[in-house]
Nanobody
Framework: QVQLVESGGGSVQNGGSLRLSCAASGRTASTYKMGWFRQAPGKGREFVAAIRPEGSGTDYADSVKGRFAISRDNTKNTVYLQMSSLNFEDTAVYYC???????????WGQGTQVTVSS
């Protein structure tokens, strides 16, 4: 288990960009897959992106492919989500998660709000 703390959320105009960060604590943080999920008002939590422990493999939801990029710096135990071409449908609370490489997501951050406005 690790502790995760997100930062970088805020308000951005339609078409703008934002970068989220997630700092992980614990010696084994670099051994976990890391991911981002989001939950919009009135909707369930949905997968956004994930990255393998070594950082060589990534996966994205269809809705964000080509617009979002996930990366990690294991020397800093930090994972990032670079979001571009944001639209109103991207408004949500974004959660960072850590999981076993081929298993469940076992640790979650507290979430950071992203609001896209006109």
């Amino acid at each position: 288990q690790v502790q995760l703390v997100e930062s970088g959320g805020g308000s951005v105009q339609n078409g703008g960009s934002l970068r989220l960060s997630c700092a992980a604590s614990g010696r084994t943080a670099s051994t976990y897959k890391m991911g981002w999920f989001r939950q919009a008002p009135g909707k369930g939590r949905e997968f956004v992106a994930a990255i393998r422990p070594e950082g060589s493999g990534t996966d994205y939801a269809d809705s964000v492919k080509g617009r979002f990029a996930i990366s990690r710096d294991n020397t800093k135990n930090t994972v990032y989500l670079q979001m571009s071409s944001l639209n109103f449908e991207d408004t949500a609370v974004y959660y960072c998660a850590a999981g076993y490489a081929y298993g469940v997501w076992h640790s979650w951050g507290q979430g950071t709000q992203v609001t896209v406005s006109s």
